[in-house]
Every structure is written in C-alpha cells, then in structure tokens.
C-alpha cells in the first residue's frame, strides 16, 4: 500500500506540464550564451533612436492589452490556459531577469519620447496586471473552496430540473441495488479466467442499469486494486458503426500504454488487420470464425502476441458496455462481434448494460438474426435488474415535485395531491422507471409554470404522459381533432363507434390480435374501449392509423386508453379546469395561455379578496376583459368548505346582480348561482347553520352592495320558489314586513319620476308577493295611494293591451283586476283621478268608455296622437322580436254608432244577411250605393249599455268615409220605412259624421255616430 501511494505521488509530480516546464527553463540557463548573443545581434539598435509614432502606437496597445486583460478576467473570470500561461510567465521572466538581474549587461534600455519611460516597461505592466490579477482571482476562489463564501454554479444545488446521471453513491440508490452491486463486484474482483467472459446486466430501458456499472466502477477503484485495468466503452458516441471495433481497441491501447507501450502499438495494429481478415463476411460465418482458430493471418499472430503480453503485465481488464439498447442493429452487431470474437483475450470481463428485449427486436426487425436466442450464446451470466415497483416510482415523483419550485405556487400541492390520487390518474400504465419519472417531474414543471394551474391536475398529468409517449399522434390530434372528437356545448368528447345502418350492415370480425387486446387480459377489463370510433382505427387488423403513426402493438391498447380517460365518458368533467372544456384543451394543445383566458390565481385573488371596493374593481376589470362568462363558469364547477370563501362568492353574486344590466347579464343565471351558494353556505351537514343565515339575511336587508330594488327583486325570487329554496330558511314574517318595506321604499323613489314604458318591474313584484301572508290588500292599497299622486299616463298604457295580432285594437289589461278589483273599478279609478285630466289621459278615457260599451270584451280600434307614451309602447311592441310583425287591425276602419231606438240596428243587420229586404230598401231609396257583398265584408257588432244601443261597424280602410255615408243612409232609409217621418235630418251625410251630432229621428228617439276611428 505504501509502494502505491509513493508511485501516486511521483506520478502526480512528474506529469508532462511539469516535465515540459522543467525542459524549457533547464535550456534557458543552460544555452544563456546563444541567447544573449540572439538578443545583441537581433533586438538591439542605436542609442539615440527615436520614433514618436512608434512610441504612441506602443502606448496605445500597451493601454488597450491591460484595459482588456482585466475586463476579461473581471467579467468572466477568464482562466487562462496552460500555453498562455506558460508565454506571459516566461515573458515576465526574461524582461525581469534581463533588467534586474544581469545588471552587469552592456545593454541601455530604450524609452519613448512622451513619459520618459522604457519599452519594456510598456510590455511589462500588462502581462504583470494579468498576472497579479489572475493570482488574486486563484486566492479567491481557493479561500471560496474553503470558506465557502459564495454559492457558485458548481456548488448550487437547487437545480430546477432533474438530470438523468448516473447514481455516484449508495445514499441516492432509492432502487436497492447495493446488493446486485456487491454481487457483480464479487465477481469482477475475484474471477479468473483464461479468456473472456461476457456478463450481460439486463433490464428494461431506464432502470438503473448505468447507475449499477457507476457504482460498481467507483467501488472497484477505491479498494485501490493496482492489478486491474477498468474501461467504460460507450458505443453509442461513436459517429459511425463501422468504427465502433477501431475506438475500442483505441481505448484499450491507451490503458495498456501505462504499462507496456508495446502492447498499446500491437492492440492498435490489431484494430486494422480484422478489418482486412473479415471485411464482406456474412454475418454469421464471422461469428462461426474465432480469431484464434485462423493459423494463417497476420491478425491471428498477433493475438497470440497480445494474449502473451497481457499475462506477463498481469492485469485484469474489465470492460464496462453500457447504452446497448441506443444503438441500431448493424452498431449492435459490432458489439457482439467486440464480445465474441476480436477482444476475446485472456482475463477480460465484459459487463453489458441492455435491454434484451429492445436489443432482440431490434436485430430482427433489421433482419440481423432470425433466432430470439442468437443473443444467449454471448453471454455466460446474465444479471436481471427487474421492472421497478410503482410505489417508488409515485414516491421519487411526488417527493421530486414537492421539493421543488413549484411547491412555492398557491395550492400546488393540494392541486398535485388531488390530482396525483385521482383513480384516473394513469401514471401506472405510462411510467416504468426512474428516466420516465424524472422526464415527467421535469415536463411538469417546465409546464405547469405557466399552464398547469389553469388545467384540472389530473388531466394536465394524463395529458402529459400522453404527449410524452405520442408525439406523432400530439400534431395529428392538433391538426384534425374532429376525426377524433366530438364538440358539444363547449366540451370534446372522444367520437363513439356509429351505430349499425341497418340489418344487413355486415359485422367487422376482429381477428385473433384483437380479441387478445380487449378480452384476454385477466387482470384489467378494456372492452369499454370498444364504443369508441378510435379503436377500429388501432386495432391489429386496421394498419392506416398505426402505421402513420408508427405505434407498437403493445400501446395500441395504451393509446386508446388515453384517449378515453381525457375525453371520453371516463373522465367526468368536475371543474372549470377539465381538459374536455374547449379553451382548456385547446391551450394544451398550442402550449399556450390565451390572453383573455380568466386565470386561476385572477380567479383566487377576486374570490379572496376581503375589501368590497377593490372586490368591484376586480370584477369591473373582469368585464372589461370580456371575462365574466368564464367567471360564471368556474363558479359552477366551485365547491369549498371555507366559509370566508363562500361568502365572498355571495358577495361577488350580489354584485354582479346589482350590475346585470349594464353587465348584460341574465337575470335567472344569476338568481340560480345566488341559490346554490347560498344553499351551500348555510346548509351543513350538521344541519342548518343559523349563524350563516343570519349573515345572509344582514347582507339581504341591511347590505350595501345591493339596492332597495335589487333586494326586493330577489325577495320575491324567493317567494316564487320558496318549496325549492326553503326561504333560505329566514322567517317568512321577517320577509313579509321587509319586503313590503322595501315594495313602499321603491315606489317613493319612483315619485315624480317615472320608469320606462316597457319596465314592468313594480308589476313583477306586485305579483310575486301578493302571495305573501295578508300581503295582497296592503300593497293595493299602496300602488293605489301611489297613483292618486301620480301622472297616470304611465298607468294607462302599462294597463293598456292590443291582442297578439294587432297593434291597432286595445282593450285594459287583465291585470288590472289584482290592483282594482276589476276593469269596471280600474276604469272608475281613471275617471275620478283627476277634475281635469290631460289630454293623454283623454283619450284612455275615450278608449276606456267604448271599451266598457262591450262589457270589455272587445278590443276597440284606436289611434293615440296626444299620449307620447302609449304611441312608444306601440313601437316598442312592434319591435319585440317576440311579438307577431302582422298587424291585423292596420288597414281597418271602426264606426261606432249610438241609438235609443231599439231593433234599429237589427235590422241593418238582417238587411246586411238578407237580400230580399236589401231589395225592397232598395227599391224604395235607390240613392243607397252600397252593394251587398260590400255590407257582408263589412264586420258588424250590436252592444245594449244603459238602455242604449251601439253599432261597431269596421271596414277596410280603402272605402273611407263612403262606407260610412252608405251605412247612414241606409239608416235613414229604415227609420224612414219604420216611422215615416220623412225628414232630412240625415244630411248632410258627411257632416253628421264628423260632427258627431245627434240626428232626430222623432221627438223620442234619435242616433249618432260615437266614434270613427282612426
């Protein structure tokens, strides 16, 4: 042990720097004579020589070089190389030695003409700057190493993302390989053989297998074992197959040139003469060819040679092969022929690292071999590294994602728990080993930095897997997602199987490969996966899908896995968040936050937020933004047990109520979101909690947020639905005596200043709390006191109707009989509201008093030229986009006539039904002009009021008054026939009709016209 420390030292000392270093000083002194003759007869000139251009150009370089020697080393802490270091020292040295030393030289120093100072000062200042700087840096950072002063790169390890290294130490062996370690070391330490021995260490791909050849190397080398020779060949890094066999042996000569140059010259002779002696053979009579078996090569004599040389230095020499499964079928073929034949020397240990599986697929899909058991015959012992327990695999990731900087995000690691949990989390089905669990922890992170908090987390982590395995299936998804997906209200759904057209459909036979992959496997039932149109695209028997994509046999199942449990009915949309909403997949799939997306820590702060005033802000914000949609979105998908939480949501609720109209927002949507959070917030599983009824019931009767209008409205919602929502469990008393409160405060702040003719606000509350206890008379008399103070235009026409096919015809509103007990007493309360009603009023009042002629049964014509409101609501009825545009009443004409000589109307009536009597009128009056089929298309309606009778003639509007003039006389005609007066009290026709003067038909009786319009 100390014969190897002693050679460990002189080695240290003894390298070729410091061997090189001791040559060129050794020969400084050693040729001092030539050199100071070199310096007289080449470096020297005359005493007065002087050049103040060459001067400035010196100055300045001398300037600029230490100017740019410190910013270097300053900035980037530049350390200069061996060579550089070697010119600047030796530089330094000979102006030193020169000009301080050999003092006793013939030799006059030259300076410039500015400052008076020497030449070689100007090169002597920054070579010594750098150097003193450069020793100031090493100091530095040798007191750093030992003091540790600061956190560099190479000392900081909070790394953001994982590496994939190799273990180096047993406290970072999570896997609890130590054992295998110990075992392969035993071997490596202990065997001997004649020739070599081949150990394949086998395990699927990223389990561990480079980690075990790490630590098994680093152990070996610190028992400090002097008799054996270690090489880590990495086959993978070579840039060409063929030279695969030339690097090895490249690798090996320079281990052995340690120890026998020689053997270091015949191994690299060796490398060239087998590639003459097997250059174009078929691949298995090279392996059926040892290289010891042919006598008569030169290669054959020199492996001869190398095996004697390699026991006379007495070396074990093991040879580490790790990354097999990365190579392609030709570059594993050379591996092979490495192992088998042209490094089979005496006392070599090969150890493979592989995946056997990847390794035999690959040597037969290349059509290498044709035997899964060609690969036995290399090795004697194969070391099997089993498939790694998901436990440890879900703990690595958890404990990886909760240490790092992603722990520092708002409810990271409820959102991760939740979702980490969640039974259709597929991280079972995805990751394998510790390269896919660090690859994920890492994808996770880089991801959910600006993605993951807007997604549901159990579908950021399904989709991730999913991405990570298919990529190719990523951009055709992203390209033609409706081949796969179905959009319904907002949300994808994976496409179903469509159903059979018919009886004679043929039925698709699913051949054996099918049937293997839905129902054979035991232990999981994926015959769900047969309703979806995807599978028939996957399955063995349909190559068009999997062969563009290039998908295995085996994640054919993995991918229609995936896909349902992302779209399809297995995973049920719970949140805002779920992958299935369309903004949400379609983020993830441009890897992308949209702008106007309504973020969820926007979300957090509003529903957080304590102050009411910054509250408002947020949502004013939020509108701006065109956001509130997705707020009312992610309030439907919202559930908490924080009670601050939800009464802040009811807070928000209330506001936007508040703001519905000039948010433009639906008044149902927003009453049906107040009662679910309600609802939650007050009923507990414990039972009711009063204390948050109480809270509700202050914010309802005495809160700011909402206005006395507001309030009410939603009192009344509560009414109208009091069997569902329970009243919110308040007294329904306290309701009563504040609703009626607030119904009396609501018509006080409408005094004098009216609502809009289509607002029926005071209507709608009316009738949701007439229902209330003894409510319906108090708020009667209410609206009642109320317009005996008021304007009662707007109570005209908001009680004024047309029928639906008509925008010409009125009659009073049916909801009038609420209010006043019926038409009659509401037409009474009109006629004694005031002495001298305007003209507006007017003409309700005339409108009212035909209407009451027909026992206000019939819908009068009528046109407003005085009430600027009613002629508004016309308009406003005529663009309701509900309401019927045809206006049957529009080209009409209606004549009422008055009478108090009974049967007189009948009887123009049977003359209008019978022809035999229009011919005797005729004949006796043949001035009358109108036809018969004119009076048929003539609507003729006969009304008894007050021991008067009324005759409601309406005609189409073309006729005009001739009509009107025909039917007058013909009226004068019958009184004529009937009573034989004989007078002229009839004409002027025209005028009579306008003027609406009585005409006498004798001392008893006379008619009138009441009314033309329009």
């Not at 054996?228 to 060949?233: K, R």
């Not at 006395?708 to 009414?719: D, G, P, Q, R, T």
Request: glycine residues 2%.
């Amino acid at each position: 042990m100390k014969f190897l420390n002693l050679k460990n030292t002189v080695g240290n000392i003894f390298t070729k720097k410091n061997v090189l270093l001791f040559v060129v000083v050794f020969s400084f002194f050693y040729f001092q004579t030539e050199i100071i003759y070199s310096i007289n007869k080449h470096l020297t000139t005359d005493a007065d020589f002087s050049n103040s251009i060459l001067d400035l150009g010196i100055i300045s370089v001398s300037v600029l070089i230490t100017f740019y020697l410190l910013y270097k080393m300053a900035s980037y802490s530049y350390q200069p190389s061996f060579n550089q270091k070697v010119v600047i020292g030796m530089t330094v040295f000979l102006i030193l030695y020169y000009k301080l030393i050999n003092i006793e030289l013939p030799w006059t120093n030259l300076s410039d003409s500015f400052f008076n100072i020497e030449y070689n000062t100007y090169v002597l200042v920054p070579l010594i700057v750098a150097l003193m700087f450069f020793v100031i840096i090493k100091f530095y950072k040798k007191l750093d190493t030992v003091f540790s002063l600061k956190n560099d790169l190479t000392k900081n390890n909070s790394n953001v993302y994982l590496n994939d290294d190799p273990i180096l130490n047993e406290d970072e062996d999570i896997l609890n390989y130590q054992p295998k370690i110990d075992s392969l070391k035993s071997i490596l330490l202990n065997e001997t053989y004649k020739k070599s021995i081949s150990i394949g260490l086998v395990g699927p791909w990223g389990n561990g297998k480079s980690s075990v050849i790490h630590m098994t190397q680093l152990q070996i080398e610190n028992q400090t074992k002097d008799d054996i020779l270690m090489i880590h060949f990495l086959p993978y890094l070579n840039h060409k197959e063929d030279d695969i066999i030339n690097e090895f042996f490249i690798s090996l000569s320079k281990q052995l040139s340690k120890y026998s140059g020689k053997l270091s010259s015949q191994i690299l002779d060796y490398s060239k003469k087998l590639t003459e002696v097997y250059k174009g053979g078929n691949v298995f009579d090279f392996f059926d060819k040892h290289v010891s078996n042919i006598n008569s090569t030169p290669a054959k004599e020199l492996y001869d040679d190398i095996n004697t040389r390699l026991q006379e230095i007495d070396k074990k020499i093991i040879i580490f092969v790790d990354d097999l499964d990365r190579l392609s079928g030709k570059e594993i073929i050379q591996v092979l022929k490495l192992i088998r034949n042209t490094a089979n020397f005496t006392n070599t240990i090969f150890v493979v690292a592989m995946d056997k599986d990847y390794v035999i697929n690959r040597l037969k899909s290349e059509n290498n071999i044709s035997s899964t058991r060609f690969v036995d015959k290399f090795f004697q012992l194969e070391i099997y590294l089993p498939e790694i327990d998901k436990t440890i695999l879900r703990n690595f990731v958890s404990k990886s994602l909760k240490d790092s900087i992603l722990n520092n995000s708002s409810d990271f690691e409820i959102n991760f728990s939740r979702g980490f949990n969640h039974k259709g989390n597929l991280f079972d089905d995805f990751i394998k080993n510790l390269r896919d669990s660090k690859r994920l922890v890492n994808q996770i992170i880089f991801d959910y930095t600006f993605l993951g908090e807007e997604i549901n987390f159990k579908d950021f982590l399904n989709f991730t897997y999913f991405k990570l395995k298919f990529p190719k299936f990523m951009e055709l998804l992203s390209h033609n997602k409706l081949d796969f997906l179905i959009l319904k209200n907002g949300e994808y759904g994976l496409k179903p199987k469509p159903e059979p057209e018919g009886e004679n459909t043929p039925v698709i036979q699913s051949n054996y490969r099918d049937l293997f992959i839905f129902n054979s496997i035991k232990s999981n039932d994926y015959s769900y996966l047969k309703k979806y149109a995807v599978t028939d695209l996957l399955l063995p028997s349909s190559d068009c899908l999997r062969n563009v994509l290039n998908i295995d046999c085996d994640d054919v199942l993995l991918l229609s896995k995936s896909l349902a449990h992302l779209f399809g009915e297995e995973n049920k949309v719970e949140d805002f968040n779920s992958i299935k909403k369309e903004n949400n997949f379609n983020m993830l799939m441009q890897q992308r936050v949209f702008k106007e997306l309504f973020l969820e820590n926007e979300f957090q702060q509003l529903i957080k937020e304590e102050d009411e005033e910054k509250r408002h802000n947020i949502i004013e914000s939020l509108y701006s933004q065109n956001k509130l949609i997705q707020l009312f979105s992610r309030l439907d998908y919202f559930s908490s047990n924080d009670e601050k939480l939800m009464s802040n949501i009811i807070l928000i609720i209330f506001k936007l109520y508040e703001k519905r109209r000039e948010y433009e927002v639906q008044e149902q949507q927003l009453l049906n979101k107040m009662g679910v959070f309600v609802d939650r917030y007050i009923d507990k599983d414990e039972g009711i909690n009063q204390e948050n009824v109480d809270w509700v019931q202050k914010q309802l009767f005495k809160g700011s947020i909402l206005s006395s209008e507001n309030k009410l409205s939603i009192i009344c919602e509560l009414f109208d639905s009091k069997i569902d929502n329970k009243l919110w469990h308040i007294k329904e008393d306290e309701l009563t005596n504040k609703a009626l409160l607030l119904f009396k405060g609501f018509l006080e702040s409408k005094k004098d200043k009216l609502w809009a003719v289509n607002d029926y606000s005071i209507y709608k509350y009316y009738h949701s709390l007439k229902f209330m206890r003894e409510l319906k008379e108090k708020l009667n008399k209410e609206i009642k006191d109320f317009w005996r103070g008021n304007n009662i235009e707007l109570l005209c026409v908001q009680s004024t109707d047309s029928p639906g096919f008509s925008l010409s015809s009125f009659k009073i509103s049916d909801g009038v009989k609420d209010v006043f007990g019926s038409r009659s007493q509401f037409h009474e309360f009109i006629l004694k509201h005031s002495e001298n009603p305007s003209d507006a009023v007017k003409e309700f009042i005339d409108l009212y008093n035909l209407h009451e002629i027909t026992g206000y049964s019939l819908p009068v014509i009528y046109q407003f030229s005085s009430s600027k409101l009613m002629i508004k609501k016309i308009e406003v009825n005529g663009a309701n986009q509900k309401r019927s545009k045809y206006d049957e009443d529009a080209n009409r004409l209606q004549i009422v006539f008055e009478t108090n000589l009974e049967g007189l109307f009948l009887t123009l009536i049977d003359i209008r039904r019978q022809k035999g009597i229009y011919d005797l009128v005729k004949e006796q009056y043949p001035k009358i002009k109108i036809l018969p089929d004119e009076l048929e298309a003539s609507q003729f309606l006969t009304f008894s009021f007050r021991k008067k009778t009324y005759l409601f003639v309406s005609y189409d509007k073309k006729h005009r008054t001739s009509h009107a003039i025909e039917i007058l006389k013909t009226l004068e005609a019958i009184t004529n026939v009937m009573y034989h007066p004989k007078n002229n009290n009839f004409e002027p026709y025209k005028t009579k009709l306008s003027s609406k003067e009585n005409i006498i038909v004798d001392q008893d009786h006379y008619m009138k016209v009441l009314s033309i319009q329009p």
